[in-house]
C-alpha cells in the first residue's frame, strides 16, 4: 500500500549553503547527516551509478522532508540554473504558506530570486522562486479556508 510522498530529494553543488537556505529561510529542521564512502554497493545499486560517494542530509518541516545530496563521486554535471520550466523533469515543489505578500518580501530581501511577485489565480495566490542551484520553488496562499485544495481545509475535514 502506498501511503503518500515521503520526501523530495535535491542534488546540489554546495551542501551547506542549501542546508542553510532551506533551514534558515523555511525553518526545515535537519533530522539526518551522513556520507558515504566510495564501494558502498547499496547506494551504487540505488542511484544506477557504477561508483558514488557524498553526503546526505534529510530536512524536516511539519510533515514534508527534503532530502539534500552532495556527490563527490562521480563528478556531477551542473545544469541550468535558469533552466524554463517547461523542460522535461520535476518542474517544482510547492510551498503551503500564510500571507504570501511577507513571505515573498522577506524571502527576496534574504536573496531569493522570484519570477515574479505574487499573483492571484482564482481563490489562490502564488508565485516561483529559485533555490540557490537553480530548483524552483512556488509560494502558494489559499485564500479561501473552505477550498478543498486548501491543506488546513482537508486536515479538518477529516478530522
Not at 535537519?30 to 564501494?39: A, C, K, R, S, Y
Not at 504570501?100 to 489565480?121: K, T
Amino acid at each position: 500500500m502506498i501511503r503518500g510522498i515521503h520526501h523530495t530529494a535535491i542534488s546540489t553543488a554546495n551542501l551547506e549553503r542549501s542546508i542553510t537556505f532551506y533551514r534558515d529561510l523555511f525553518g526545515f529542521e535537519q533530522i539526518l547527516d551522513f556520507d558515504w564512502p566510495e564501494g558502498t554497493a547499496n547506494m551504487n545499486a540505488t542511484h544506477a551509478l557504477d561508483e558514488t560517494a557524498g553526503r546526505v542530509v534529510l530536512l524536516r518541516l511539519g510533515n514534508s522532508m527534503i532530502e539534500l545530496f552532495e556527490f563527490a563521486t562521480p563528478t556531477p554535471r551542473p545544469v541550468d540554473p535558469a533552466r524554463p520550466l517547461c523542460d522535461h523533469g520535476i518542474t517544482h515543489f510547492c510551498m503551503d504558506v500564510i500571507d504570501i505578500d511577507a513571505e515573498y518580501e522577506r524571502l527576496s530581501a534574504a536573496g531569493m530570486v522570484f519570477h515574479c511577485p505574487p499573483v492571484q489565480n482564482g481563490e489562490a495566490k502564488m508565485t516561483y522562486g529559485r533555490d540557490p542551484d537553480g530548483n524552483v520553488i512556488e509560494l502558494l496562499e489559499f485564500l479561501d479556508a473552505d477550498d478543498p485544495l486548501n491543506l488546513d481545509h482537508a486536515t479538518h475535514a477529516v478530522g
